[in-house]
């Protein structure tokens, strides 16, 4: 049996991940959803994901700084931020931390799971 994909989610407002969560879940992914990410770096060490989606704005530990360190550790991860931020400035920050793709919110899930799908061979 092929195993399941796993997609790590981080965010500090899980609301709107939870709806990009079941639409995950729907598409046969596995999940894990981390509230920051200092949170995210380490539910990588404990579950390492197949691909990251990550906000850009929260406490602790920002997503360009948990990008960065994401991407030190597990370069061939690809990790996509999805951010209500859209000045040309962060998609620059954006590509300098190693992000791959710069999604700005409310993103179409479908979208979304296009961008996955792509970069996971799926």
Known sequence: MKSQRHILLVDDQPKGLEFLE????????????????????????????????????????????????????????????LTAKNEPADR??????????YVTKPADPAVLLQKIATYLGS
């Open 22 to 81: 079941f639409r995950l879940q729907q598409a046969g992914y596995r999940t894990t959803i981390a509230q920051n990410g200092e949170l995210g770096l380490e539910a990588m060490r404990q579950d390492p994901a197949d691909a990251v989606i990550m906000d850009v704005t929260m406490p602790e530990l920002n997503g360009y700084q948990a990008c960065r360190e994401l991407k030190r550790l597990y370069k061939d991860v690809p990790v996509i931020m």
């Open 92 to 101: 620059f920050w954006a590509t300098q931390c190693g992000a791959d793709e």
